[in-house]
């Protein structure tokens, strides 16, 4: 999982803005699997509660990264899409 996240965000780090939102929403999937994964291991009892923090709040902290990636992306074709469009030479 960790790895497929860094491919996906790797990938779109060198991707067009129209691109990249495929790929960012696939990290995010793999972060909130991460997530999952992260607490069933706490809830056996095959992680202590001392590493489940540490990582929880790191992959927390990924989590915020990548959604405000995307959250921006999405803010930017919302006003690319709305924008008037300007004839030549108007500014």
Do not use: C
């Amino acid at each position: 999982m960790f790895v497929e996240t860094i491919e996906a965000v790797s990938i779109a780090s060198f991707l067009s803005r129209d691109e990249k939102h495929p790929y960012l929403r696939l990290a995010i999937r793999k972060v909130d699997t991460l997530k999952i994964l992260l607490m069933v291991l706490w809830e056996t009892k095959s992680i202590d509660t001392k590493k489940y923090a540490a990582l929880s709040v790191n992959i927390e902290e990924i989590g915020r990264m990548l959604g405000g990636w995307s959250g921006q992306l999405t803010k930017q074709a919302h006003h690319k899409e709305n924008s008037p469009h300007k004839q030549p030479g108007e500014k």
